[in-house]
């Protein structure tokens, strides 16, 4: 079993900045990509960026500039620095790990979500 979690969210101004953090823990042997994603109210889920364990980050262009992706393998922990925060960045934002784990299946996981709002 794996699990994802994450923190970071929270309430912030247009212009603001906030830190997301989420954790892979469990019977992992190896992780692939590591990723954030990201639900409004009345829409789809999408992908905000993702990055593999060698340090190549993908960016949606609503936030290319604006968003940083990092990882730390030793602690298997992804980071998301959102700067310039805008009213439509509001959502719920989802971690994502593309892995192996340890009886060599390759699987898809996902955290539970983090709200983030932007608004004065």
């Known amino acids: 079993q794996v699990q994802l979690v994450e923190s970071g969210g929270g309430l912030v101004q247009p212009g603001g900045s906030l830190r997301l953090s989420c954790a892979a823990s469990?019977?992992?042997?190896?992780?692939?990509?590591m990723g954030w994603y990201r639900q409004a109210p009345g829409k789809q889920r999408e992908l905000v960026a993702t990055?593999?364990?060698?340090?190549?980050?993908v960016y949606a262009d609503s936030v290319q500039g604006r968003f940083t992706i990092s990882t730390d393998n030793a602690k298997n922990t992804v980071y998301l620095q959102m700067n310039s925060l805008k009213p439509e960045d509001t959502a719920v934002y989802y971690c994502?790990?593309?892995?192996?784990?340890?009886?060599?299946?390759?699987?898809?996981?996902w955290g539970q979500g983090t709200q983030v709002t932007v608004s004065s």
């Open positions: 994502n790990a593309i892995l192996m784990t340890v009886v060599r299946s390759r699987e898809d996981y």
């Open positions: 469990g019977s992992i042997f190896k992780i692939y990509t």
């Open positions: 990055i593999t364990t060698g340090g190549s980050g």
